[in-house]
Structures are given as structure tokens and as C-alpha cells.
T-cell receptor, first 112, second 116 residues
Framework: KAGVTQTPRYLIKTRGQQVTLSCSPI?????VSWYQQTPGQGLQFLFE???????NKGNFPGRFSGRQFSNSRSEMNVSTLELGDSALYLC???????????FGSGTRLTVV | DAKTTQPTSMDCAEGRAANLPCNHS???????VYWYRQIHSQGPQYIIH???NNETNEMASLIITEDRKSSTLILPHATLRDTAVYYC?????????????????FGQGTILTVHP
């Protein structure tokens, strides 16, 4: 069974630009979450989608947004990039009604 | 979600059992205990979870105290590849239609170093 697939793996953008990251969950997983990981703040929850609806949202500015499609694939978008947005962005999909999450390998975003 | 407290770092000899403690003294009755680990530059890996009974799978065992205020993750025969940051997370598991949802709140975790 294929795992959680995130594309691209690496990305370099310039301040002020916008970026879109993609996540394909494991087949049959309907919940997709996004996390940001930085050395200073650790792993922080961005948002979660379930059945195309945003169910939870972390404490991030409105520049961070996401969506989920009918096939459960998800995208997150960051507009007006700042240097501090440089991070590893991780996507996870959940299994079972009390189950855990399977994480992808992440997208490493560098803002210059 | 209840907060958790873990030691910052631990060492273990290869082949020995690694016992990683976690304190969650404010846990609620409907909150599960989850363990994840993260090997450098990879996404976190799910290990095990439980509500109140001890759990075992191919990777580890989870021992939850009777009052549920603390738990221990046991890696029975640690290898060098088990060197990672281990996170203990407590959360309410909300589910529907075969899927759960609800954020994971990661703390700083325990850096486990397995020595030859």
C-alpha cells in the first residue's frame, strides 16, 4: 500500500511569492492534516480536513490556507512568503476511528 | 488535550529494552495516549496507542498505569535504528466512518540514543 505522498520534496522560493504544496493520503484515508516543523518551534499543527471540510485550524496567520478534494487529496497554500516560513511541511492522513496518523516525508520549503 | 511531560533525553545499549516514560497527570477519561517517533529529517512515525489497557504490537509495548496518569513505551530489543525523538501525545480520538480526526499536539519529546 502506497504511503502518504507529498510533492514537491524540496522547494526554494523568494520572499513575497506564494507556494502550493500537495499531499496524497493513503487510499481510503479521509482525514488529512498539515504540520509545520521548524527548529525553533518544533512540530505545529496547521489545519485538518475531513470530507473536504476544514475541521480544525491551528494558530497560523491567514496567509496559510488549504483545501481538500473529493478524492481526499489535499493542498496547502502559503501566500506572501516570509523568511520565517522556511520549514519542513508535513502532511498526515489518519486511519481508524481512534487510530493514529501516517505522515509523509514532507516538503522542505526554503524562503530566500 | 492534556499536556504530557517527557525526559529530554535517554540512552540505551543496543539489544537492551528501552523504557520511555511519559507523564500525563491531567488526562481525561476519553483521551488516548499515542506514541510517535521521528528519525532525523523524516516525518513522524506512528508507533502505538492505547486508552487504558496495555497494548503491544510488532514495534513496541505500551504500559498505561491504572490511574492513567502516566505511561511507558517499551522497545524490547533496541537497535541503532531506534535512535530518534520519541513523542508522547494525549488526545481525544474523534472518529466517524472509519476515520479519526483531531490535531496532534507535539511537545519536545525524548531524544533516545541507542549505543552499540
Amino acid at each position: 500500500k502506497a504511503g502518504v505522498t507529498q510533492t514537491p520534496r524540496y522547494l526554494i522560493k523568494t520572499r513575497g511569492q506564494q507556494v502550493t504544496l500537495s499531499c496524497s493520503p493513503i487510499s481510503g484515508h479521509r482525514s488529512v492534516s498539515w504540520y509545520q516543523q521548524t527548529p525553533g518551534q518544533g512540530l505545529q499543527f496547521l489545519f485538518e480536513y475531513f470530507s473536504e471540510t476544514q475541521r480544525n485550524k491551528g494558530n497560523f496567520p491567514g496567509r496559510f490556507s488549504g483545501r481538500q478534494f473529493s478524492n481526499s487529496r489535499s493542498e496547502m497554500n502559503v501566500s506572501t512568503l516570509e523568511l520565517g516560513d522556511s520549514a519542513l511541511y508535513l502532511c498526515a492522513s489518519s486511519f481508524g476511528e481512534t487510530g493514529g496518523y501516517t505522515f509523509g516525508s514532507g516538503t522542505r520549503l526554503t524562503v530566500v | 488535550d492534556a499536556k504530557t511531560t517527557q525526559p529530554t533525553s535517554m540512552d540505551c545499549a543496543e539489544g537492551r529494552a528501552a523504557n520511555l516514560p511519559c507523564n500525563h497527570s491531567t488526562i481525561s477519561g476519553n483521551e488516548y495516549v499515542y506514541w510517535y517517533r521521528q528519525i532525523h529529517s523524516q516525518g513522524p512515525q506512528y508507533i502505538i496507542h492505547g486508552l487504558k489497557n496495555n497494548e503491544t504490537n510488532e514495534m513496541a509495548s505500551l504500559i498505561i498505569t491504572e490511574d492513567r496518569k502516566s505511561s511507558t513505551l517499551i522497545l524490547p530489543h533496541a537497535t541503532l535504528r531506534d535512535t530518534a525523538v520519541y513523542y508522547c501525545i494525549v488526545r481525544v480520538a474523534t472518529g466517524a466512518g472509519g476515520t479519526s480526526y483531531g490535531k496532534l499536539t507535539f511537545g519536545q519529546g525524548t531524544i533516545l540514543t541507542v549505543h552499540p
